[in-house]
């Protein structure tokens, strides 16, 4: 167990903030996020070049370094060595909350295994901003971001998320919005959804319908821009009787059971454990390796 207190003697510990930036519109920037970003001893980014560009705009000074998806491991090591010597970092992604489909999530690990408190800021996220105005159920949500770009590997996460009740959100970039819609419609059915693009923007827009008008929508329009799309859960009555049986157990004891009893190895059963819970495999691999270790 680790207790965090994470303002008490902060004037003398090294302190890692995570600074969520706009999305868009720059005055969605917060007064203390500007503070921080100003008193920090260094600003970890994503991409310097976009960083650099808002901390002109607010005459930000603070050094930049580079911290993204392929050097993190070797600028997590410089950022921790900082933080022990009692820095102030702030870590921020190119927009939104750092962490979210962006770098952060192994320096925030590493921070806390080293016992350096990690101080999280409200502020601009995509996902939340797109759900509230969805017209959807915002409650429960389930949070996917990026399907994967081959095929078969977005068919199979598709078929977990069919299962899933909850309204779930992914992000899609533009160029494979048409192939993710083609997809969603085979394997979800013609169900609800919004498409949210350029949000806080001047053409933010708002697309809701069923798969299928999207669908034709996007035949015959320009796709432009960072999508959100948020999707009716599966609001089906019917239960399967096969799955049932697994409700009383954790994630790990329904692992162990196909392990113990089914005889498969522990890469199938993963599968077969998230297959059934409908949520992704990674989510399962994560949560029953984690326990195994601990």
Known sequence: MQQQKSFMNEENKGILYLVPTPIGNLEDMTFRAIRILKEASIIAAEDTRNT???CNYFDISTPITSYHEHNKETSSKLLISRLLDGEKVALVSDAGMPSISDPGYELV??????QISVVPLPGAN???TALIA???KPQPFYFYG??????K???EELEILKKQTSTFILYEAPHRLKDTLIAMNSVLG??????????TK???EFIRGTIEEILEWSEQNDIRGEFCIIVQGNESEELDEEQKWWESLSVIEHVNTYINQERLSSKDAIKQTAKDRGIPKRDVYQEYHVEEKG
């Not at 990026?146 to 095929?151: M, N, T, V, Y």
């Not at 013609?190 to 949000?199: A, V």
């Open 52 to 54: 650099k560009k808002l």
């Open 126 to 128: 995509a996902a939340l």
């Open 153 to 155: 590997e977005r068919i």
């Open 190 to 199: 013609n169900r609800n959804i919004t498409l949210c693009r350029e949000l």
């Open 146 to 151: 990026f399907l994967p770009r081959g095929k």
């Open 202 to 204: 001047k053409f933010e």
């Open 134 to 136: 969805s017209g959807l």
């Open 109 to 114: 690990v590493a921070a806390i295994e080293e």
